[in-house]
């Protein structure tokens, strides 16, 4: 009898682990199968995180004319044809080429036809009209620029013992024994920085204009010119960074070829940093590293004290004297990401939709108040969004998610970073996401993708210096190329070694650089 018994007892032992086995593996397997979804979207399908109000039939958690009414949106502009309404098809044409200069082609008769076919006059001219308007392409040219220095001398001491001869002043050289002049340069760099053309590319480009300019010299000019005048400009910047209450910080991943002591295959990253919403004149910029330790942030950012705002990722938490604010963007993403790619209509909301739109409303206040001074929107958000956030963490601490699910990554990746999520809260000029870093560094990631790699530590240390002027001077309603420009003209004469003050002049928002190159 006892051994009927313990023979029983190894039966249920057995179908009990047998059970456990199965629902483990029926886990695993709903697992690999969500991240197989996951990873055909990722390629397939839409990049946009936008929500819509109607999803597969079915209306949201919020309505749609609470999403969709925006009281400032501007009327079309309309015109009466024969008893009905159209919109002018002008008038964004005419806006767009206001203020180009205009060439008059003017068509006229010969001579020799201008008489009357009836009573053969002479025919005189009466009025003009115009045909059409076309948008003209004018060709880049280059020329030699060449500098001519006059001599002087006085004609009584030429005979002497002391002649006397003086030469008139001529502006420093940006490169000595070199071709390379500040639109030169700055047309290299523009070209490479803002609209991603590669190096080989623009040595073609060279070639068509009949220069033969090497893609090596052209890094050359690049390095050089950043490193003697660049440089020193965006070391002033990060003074005036480190001197606000807000920054935003973010990183991406670069691969360097020749860097001692790695291989070429190995991440190497770029950091970018950038001023929040504090209502003073914008910077940003890139800070190349070898790597993603946080240490790396820590050393940039040692002289600051403030808000930083940041994504998910652990190394921010070596910052000092700083308090950390959360991305409810990035735990949005996580989210959407564990959403079902097909699900049937009229079904209640899933969790992932649940935890989405709580997010959703939180962005949708923020819009509501965007336009309030910081002191009224610190109010608001504690009036209209503490409510929000309180329901969202009751919520989130009563699911029951499978581990390692795409739901139980995201209600864990909120859970960790809950001590940061609500700080957005202290301050009014705080945000709730880290988009204006992210969107920083989309210029990077753009041209990542035509250039590929850095062939060097020096210039990915250069092209960290440059994209930082390139985004600054937008981020001031600058014309690129012109500052660029405006940069390496005036930095050759200018003694900022000794007079660090005469960088002040130089600054992105400076009368004197909005004056000479604001759009």
């Known amino acids: 009898m006892e051994h009927k018994d313990a023979y029983i007892e190894h039966l249920e032992n057995t179908i009990a682990g047998l059970k456990e086995t199965i629902s483990g593996l029926q886990n695993q397997i709903s697992n690999l199968t969500e991240m197989i979804m996951l990873l055909r979207k990722e390629k397939f399908g839409s990049s946009s995180e936008k929500t819509s109000y109607q999803v597969e039939?079915?209306?949201?958690?919020?309505?749609?004319?609470?999403?969709?009414?925006?009281?400032?949106?501007?009327?079309?502009?309309?015109?009466?044809?024969?008893?009905?309404?159209?919109?002018?098809?002008?008038?964004?044409?005419?806006?767009?080429?206001?203020?180009?200069?205009?060439?008059?082609?003017?068509?006229?008769?010969?001579?020799?036809?201008?008489?009357?076919?009836?009573?053969?006059?002479?025919?005189?001219?009466?009025?003009?009209?115009?045909?059409?308007?076309?948008?003209?392409?004018?060709?880049?040219?280059?020329?030699?620029?060449?500098?001519?220095?006059?001599?002087?001398?006085?004609?009584?001491?030429?005979?002497?013992?002391?002649?006397?001869?003086?030469k008139a002043l001529t502006p420093v050289s940006l490169m000595n024994h070199s071709l390379a002049s500040p639109s030169s340069v700055a047309n290299v760099m523009y070209q490479k920085y803002v609209n991603a053309v590669p190096l080989c590319r623009q040595?073609?480009?060279?070639?068509?204009?009949?220069?033969?300019?090497?893609?090596?010299?052209?890094?050359?000019?690049?390095?050089?010119?950043?490193?003697?005048?660049?440089?020193?400009?965006?070391?002033?910047?990060?003074?005036?960074?480190?001197?606000?209450?807000i920054i935003h910080?973010?990183?991406?991943?670069?691969?360097?070829?020749?860097?001692?002591?790695?291989?070429?295959?190995?991440?190497?990253?770029?950091?970018?940093?950038?001023?929040?919403?504090?209502?003073?004149?914008?910077?940003?910029?890139?800070?190349?590293?070898?790597?993603?330790?946080?240490?790396?942030?820590?050393?940039?950012?040692?002289?600051?004290?403030?808000?930083?705002?940041?994504?998910?990722?652990?190394?921010?938490?070596?910052?000092?004297?700083?308090?950390?604010?959360?991305?409810?963007?990035?735990?949005?993403r996580k989210f959407v990401e564990a959403i079902p790619s097909k699900k049937d209509v009229n079904v209640p909301l899933t969790s992932a939709e649940i935890g989405r739109d709580y997010c959703d409303r939180l962005f949708r206040i923020e819009k509501e108040i965007k336009d309030l001074s910081s002191e009224e929107r610190k109010i608001k958000r504690?009036?209209?969004?503490?409510?929000?956030?309180?329901?969202f963490w009751c919520w989130v601490e009563s699911l029951n998610t499978l581990k390692g699910s795409a739901l139980g990554k995201a209600v864990t990746y909120a859970i960790n970073q809950k001590p940061y999520m609500e700080n957005y809260l202290l301050d009014g000029r705080c945000s709730l996401s880290n988009n204006a870093a992210e969107n920083a560094i989309r210029p990077?990631?753009?041209?990542?993708?035509?250039?590929?790699?850095?062939?060097?530590?020096?210039?990915?240390?250069?092209?960290?210096a440059v994209y930082s002027i390139v985004e600054t001077a937008k981020a001031n309603h600058l014309n690129v190329y012109t500052y660029i420009q405006y940069l390496l003209l005036y930095m050759p004469d200018t003694d900022w070694q000794n007079h660090p003050e005469y960088l002040n002049d130089l600054m992105p928002w400076s009368m004197a650089v909005q004056a000479e190159c604001g759009n």
């Open 57 to 166: 039939g079915r209306i949201s958690l919020f309505n749609e004319v609470e999403i969709e009414a925006d009281a400032s949106a501007t009327e079309p502009v309309t015109k009466d044809v024969r008893g009905y309404k159209r919109t002018d098809a002008r008038t964004r044409r005419e806006e767009l080429i206001k203020d180009l200069p205009v060439r008059e082609v003017l068509c006229e008769t010969p001579d020799d036809e201008l008489y009357c076919l009836t009573c053969l006059s002479d025919l005189k001219p009466v009025g003009k009209e115009v045909v059409r308007e076309e948008l003209e392409y004018i060709p880049a040219k280059v020329q030699i620029v060449r500098y001519v220095r006059m001599a002087y001398e006085c004609p009584k001491c030429k005979h002497t013992d002391h002649p006397y001869i003086k």
């Open 203 to 245: 040595e073609k480009d060279w070639g068509n204009l009949g220069i033969a300019l090497s893609r090596a010299t052209m890094a050359n000019w690049v390095i050089r010119c950043t490193q003697d005048y660049l440089i020193p400009v965006v070391n002033h910047l990060q003074k005036t960074l480190l001197s606000r209450d």
């Open 249 to 332: 910080c973010d990183e991406t991943p670069i691969q360097v070829l020749k860097e001692e002591g790695k291989k070429p295959q190995t991440k190497s990253y770029m950091w970018v940093y950038r001023t929040g919403n504090d209502g003073e004149s914008p910077v940003i910029l890139y800070d190349y590293q070898s790597s993603r330790n946080g240490d790396h942030a820590a050393d940039f950012l040692r002289d600051f004290s403030g808000y930083i705002h940041s994504d998910g990722y652990s190394g921010y938490n070596k910052l000092t004297n700083i308090i950390r604010c959360g991305c409810w963007a990035h735990l949005r």
């Open 382 to 391: 504690l009036e209209l969004e503490k409510p929000v956030l309180d329901a």
């Open 444 to 464: 990077f990631t753009v041209g990542r993708k035509n250039w590929l790699f850095a062939d060097s530590p020096k210039g990915a240390v250069s092209s960290a």
